[in-house]
């Protein structure tokens, strides 16, 4: 029983319409599902991911009024977007110059080329060269050039103040492999693959882990990261991942329909929140493919409700 590797990453904004404007307008990604967070109807839930809206690819924000997060440990401390090849790097290093956006200079960080940037509350993210290896989905109405479009997620940074508790986890728990450990930033990093194929995944399959022991524990807030998810393929496996964590005792939330995937919640043991999550059925679900995110999108639970819940919503423009 293998994860297939990240299914999505959810972070925090407090201005949903610079938001959108930014990971639609500056980095291109479509917005595939405007929705509501289901535990908290008064928020926008919006999924950023390529042109086919494939699992794997999803970057998505809870619009909460929060104060800005303050960094520390037993957090996720940044975030990998993946693209193709140096040339892209340079496109982006120049796009997001230009933008005015936080960005620092092109590095090689363990084997990979690198390109870390901020977006505007301080959301911390890095452009990760995969050199084109996998399938990719463009978005033909994307304003980056297809070659240059963000492919996917991966890697994911965590920083923890015990590492061997989540190593714990990752590998007897949750059958990662810990592979390597590579230096950067004056830390040790340690590296954990998902997947069958031992050594070969790709950074759509990684976490990165550095331990840190003397910063403060990390309040999350706007620019920082709720949790991040991890693939299953079939309802037959998630089923398999409830399954195993009730036998060991760990607690969870217990199985949990999205509608648009099943998910699964428990914390490591440093806190950081992780999902389980079925590839399907996926974001077309309820909507045509190409018509994805273009309006308010429900799950059928929550659609006699449609007018309270449409009242209680800021306005946002799609920017398509």
């Known amino acids: 029983m293998q994860l297939g590797g990240i299914h999505h990453l959810t972070a925090i904004s407090a201005k949903p319409r610079e938001n959108l404007a930014f990971y ?4 291109g990604m479509r917005l595939v ?8 109807v008064s928020a926008y839930h919006l999924f950023y991911a390529d042109g086919k809206a494939n699992p794997g690819t999803d970057l998505t924000f809870f619009d909460f009024p929060a104060a800005p997060e303050r960094r520390g440990t037993n957090s996720i401390s940044r975030t990998g977007l993946r693209v193709a090849g140096e040339k892209t790097l340079g496109y982006w290093r120049d796009r997001l110059k230009k933008a005015g956006a936080a960005t620092r200079d092109i590095i090689e960080v363990d084997g990979r080329l690198t390109l870390p940037f901020e977006d505007g509350e301080g959301q911390r993210l890095v452009l990760v060269d995969d050199a084109g290896v ?4 463009p978005w033909e109405r994307s304003p980056v050039p297809s070659e240059h479009q963000i492919r996917g997620l991966g890697p994911i940074v965590l920083t923890v103040h015990e590492l061997s508790r989540t190593a714990f986890v990752l590998t007897e728990i949750m059958n990662m492999r810990r592979v390597r450990e590579y230096a950067a930033h004056g830390a040790e ?14 950074p ?21 990261v709720h949790h991040v998810a991890f693939r299953t393929p079939d309802e037959t496996q998630y089923h398999a991942w409830t399954q195993r964590l009730n036998e060991l005792r760990i607690p969870n939330s217990g199985e949990i329909d999205r509608f648009y995937f099943r998910s699964l919640y428990f914390r490591e043991p440093n806190g950081i929140l992780f999902e389980i999550a079925t590839d399907g059925p996926g974001f077309a679900t309820d909507e045509p493919i190409e018509a994805l995110g273009e309006k308010l999108a429900l799950p059928p639970f929550l659609e006699p409700r449609r007018a309270a819940i449409e009242a209680g919503l800021k306005p946002i423009s799609c920017i398509l």
């Not at 599902?33 to 535990?39: A, E, R, S, Y």
């Not at 990093?189 to 790709?202: L, P, R, T, Y």
């Open 24 to 27: 639609t307008g500056l980095l």
């Open 33 to 40: 599902k405007k929705t509501v967070n289901q535990d908290d």
């Open 134 to 137: 996998g399938p990719a989905s």
């Open 189 to 202: 990093i340690h590296v954990f693959e998902m997947g069958e194929a031992k050594g070969q995944s790709s």
């Open 204 to 224: 759509a399959a990684e976490l990165h882990v550095l331990e840190d022991k003397a910063s403060p524990v990390a309040r999350q807030g706007a620019g920082g």
